[in-house]
């Protein structure tokens, strides 16, 4: 498949990397310093290369959009025609400089169902967003393989003892069409990681920042039951 990336920093490589080990075409883009986005394609290695914002929309099937909520509106401004692409949407709501959650997005709404009100000719997945970049880095050193030169993640971000270790990360998949969930299960999969359906896109709002579900580091039998818990 060909999978774009927006915004190739810590999570966007990391999944970049194991996806092009699954077999799929890379093509990124989205940095603010184009440098960086050929940097963390030499180190996917492949068929993994860095375009512009206008060429990723082009080029991919799938894109997954990894760059920071503040970022967004200028990142789409940049980027092409993404009518009928399945875009997964990894971003949570937070306001510049990680300053808690973005206090211009009504707290009852999620970024994902904004993202498909701007982009009604897309079809919208939320997914990855409850992923810490540790888990994906900790899959990389599971493989044997360095995090990309320069994405480290900070320290603050180190995973307690309690949390899922590598192939035992839930990931948390909202959307309204079953076959654009069941294309993002199998990339899902395809890292070793294991999918769960929390409904249609309305219930990101779950598992964003802000909801009952974000940054619970639980392993997927416990955030399948808090989900059943949830009311529907
Ligand atoms: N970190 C996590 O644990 C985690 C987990 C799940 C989801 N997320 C979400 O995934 C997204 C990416 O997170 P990340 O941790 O991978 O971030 P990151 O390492 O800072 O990477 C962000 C990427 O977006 C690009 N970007 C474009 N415009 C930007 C701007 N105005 N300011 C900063 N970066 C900009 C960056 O390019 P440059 O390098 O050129 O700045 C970089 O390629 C965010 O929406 C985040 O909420 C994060």
Redesign the pocket.
């Known amino acids: 498949m060909k999978i774009g990336i927006l ?6 490589a990391a999944l970049g990397k194991m996806w092009s080990l699954a077999g799929h075409d890379l093509a990124l883009a ?4 184009p440098e ?1 986005s050929q940097a963390v394609a030499h180190w996917i290695g492949g068929t993994a290369k860095a375009v512009s914002n206008a060429a990723v929309a082009e080029l991919s099937e799938v894109i997954l959009i ?6 967004i509106t ?2 789409l401004q940049s980027t092409g025609d993404l009518s009928g692409k399945l875009l997964i949407d ?3 709501p ?1 306001a510049p400089g990680y300053a808690g959650r973005d206090p211009d997005l009504a707290k009852s709404v999620s970024v994902a169902e904004t993202m498909a009100k701007w982009l009604p000719h897309s079809r919208i997945v939320k997914a ?7 888990a994906l880095t900790s899959e990389l050193h599971h493989r044997g393989i360095a995090e990309a030169p320069g ?1 480290r ?1 900070p320290d603050g ?1 180190k995973l307690p003892d309690s949390a899922p270790g590598p192939g035992e990360w839930p990931c948390l998949i909202a959307a309204n069409d079953d076959s654009d969930v069941g294309m993002v299960e199998t990339l899902v999969r395809e890292i070793g990681f294991t999918p769960v359906r929390a409904g249609g896109l309305s219930r990101s709002i779950l598992f964003e920042l802000g909801g009952p579900l974000y940054g619970q580091r639980l392993g997927v039998d416990a955030i399948r039951q808090r989900l059943r818990d949830l009311p529907a």
């Open positions: 915004g190739p920093g810590r999570v966007g989205g940095s603010q310093n960086k990894a760059v920071p909520w503040w970022s200028k990142t990894a971003m949570n937070y990855f967003n409850t992923v810490p970049d540790a994405l993640q971000n």
